[in-house]
């Protein structure tokens, strides 16, 4: 089974993207539905996608999972929950388990060490507790707290989003020995996914990202790295062939074992939304 362990979809009318902000991001203020994005996943061979929030929003969540629970290549969602929220167990066990793992924007946060306040390790505490995973969504910045949250919580397992975001272009800062660190523990996996977005939209050659993928092979083995395709995010530097054509690039010197992890292995047996087949790509 060939996976995109990320995308996103979103209806305006109904639910706002408050992280939509200024002219940057006047070619993403539009519907973004499964019915565009369904030809381009049968383009390039994907059976099974990861649908991930792009809100702080439990109705968001609720709209995510009646999607997945409809026909399509939806398998999972990693929604949104409060994990400062005594009820959180309660919230989690009252969610199907098409809600594979939560996600929040930490990146957003003006704490750098949101991540490790007690408030929020004994939510990660409770999402293991669940069964779900834990999707990081953080820069550079938040990186050393991603690590400490991921060591006081073994028994839950993370998944670093877009590779922890580095800035491509701009320095290393400390990413890839922060990336190196996260992927010293068995627990933590690493979506190839948004690097096109942190580069510069306009004038990104592959060469400049390839190096950053190719770290995140390197660090984690291809047994803990997803492909996902952060659509329609994306589509402010490449369209989704490219981003595609990208991640097959960055995989082609593995083995066809480790290309199938890569494109679906590593994510359905993270996600827990089905056995692997093909994934060569």
């Known amino acids: 089974m060939r996976i995109d362990a990320h995308h996103h979809l979103w209806d305006l009318s109904r639910r706002p993207q408050p992280w939509m902000t200024g002219p940057w991001a006047d070619p993403l203020r ?13 383009a390039h061979r994907i059976d099974a996608t990861v649908l991930v929030q792009s809100s702080s929003s ?28 005594p009820a959180l167990p ?18 957003d946060e003006p704490d750098p060490d ?18 779900r995973v834990y999707d990081l969504l953080v820069t550079p910045r938040e990186l ?3 690590l400490a949250a991921a060591r006081a919580v073994p ?9 922890g975001k580095p800035a491509v272009g701009g320095g290393d800062a400390g990413w890839a020995a922060a990336l190196t660190a996260l992927a010293a523990l068995p627990h933590v996996s690493c979506k190839l996914s948004g690097l096109v977005t942190e580069a510069d939209w306009t004038h990104w050659r592959p060469g400049q990202l390839l190096p950053y993928a190719r770290h995140v092979l390197d660090a984690f083995g291809p047994d803990r790295v997803l492909f996902g395709s952060d659509w329609p995010v994306c589509t402010l530097a490449a ?24 494109f679906g292995g590593t994510a359905a047996r993270v996600y827990g939304i089905g056995e692997t087949g093909d994934g060569a790509g």
């Open 155 to 163: 028994e839950l397992a993370f998944v670093l989003d877009h590779a």
């Open 58 to 85: 439990a109705e968001e969540t609720a709209e995510l999972l009646t999607v997945a629970a409809g026909p399509g290549p939806v398998r999972g969602v990693v929604g949104w929950a409060d994990l400062t929220d």
């Open 114 to 131: 949101w991540l490790i306040r007690p408030g929020v390790l004994r939510g990660l505490r409770a999402v293991a507790a669940a069964g």
């Open 239 to 262: 369209d989704y062939a490219t981003v595609h054509t990208l991640a097959e690039t960055a995989t082609a010197h593995l083995t066809a074992a480790e290309r199938a992890a890569v």
């Open 144 to 146: 050393p707290a991603a």
């Open 90 to 107: 309660a919230t989690l066990a009252a969610h199907p388990p098409a809600l594979v793992g939560l996600r929040h924007q930490v990146q």
């Open 30 to 42: 539009r519907d973004h539905t499964l019915a565009e994005l369904v030809p381009q996943l049968a």
